[in-house]
């Protein structure tokens, strides 16, 4: 009924940059907070940022998080990246469907950010 389809990742070497998208699809009713979360090897997962439908932002990191309602798409700019930031990247939405009475919590598949030289 619902997709996140994240794209963007990839190799890149340190103090390098990538723009990572998320394309929410389906029966949507409407979507509050957009997010993006992180998985390192051994660790757990993480937020690293969340944006509001109204633009409000929620940073963990050093990077941007920005996102286009008009398309049910959220975007993660990283600058400065670093080895430490290799993870994989997974995108968030809290929505609701057109079939659905109540907003829940929404996945994509993830996206493979690494890092190095």
């Known amino acids: 009924q619902v997709q996140l389809v994240e794209s963007g990742g990839g190799l890149v070497q340190p103090g390098g940059s990538l723009r990572l998208s998320c394309a929410a699809s389906?029966?949507?009713?409407?979507?509050?907070?957009m997010g993006w979360y992180r998985q390192a090897p051994g660790k757990q997962r993480e937020l690293v940022a969340d944006?509001?439908?109204g633009s409000t932002t929620n940073y963990k990191g050093r990077f941007t998080i920005s996102r286009d309602n008009a398309k049910n798409t959220v975007y993660l700019q990283m600058n400065s990246l670093k080895p430490e930031d290799t993870a994989v990247y997974y995108c968030?939405?809290?929505?609701?469907?057109?079939?659905?009475?109540?907003?829940?919590?929404?996945w994509g598949q993830g996206t493979q950010v690494t890092v190095s030289s």
């Open positions: 389906g029966m949507i009713f409407g979507i509050n907070t």
């Open positions: 968030n939405a809290e929505l609701r469907l057109n079939s659905g009475r109540h907003y829940q919590n929404y």
């Open positions: 944006i509001t439908y």
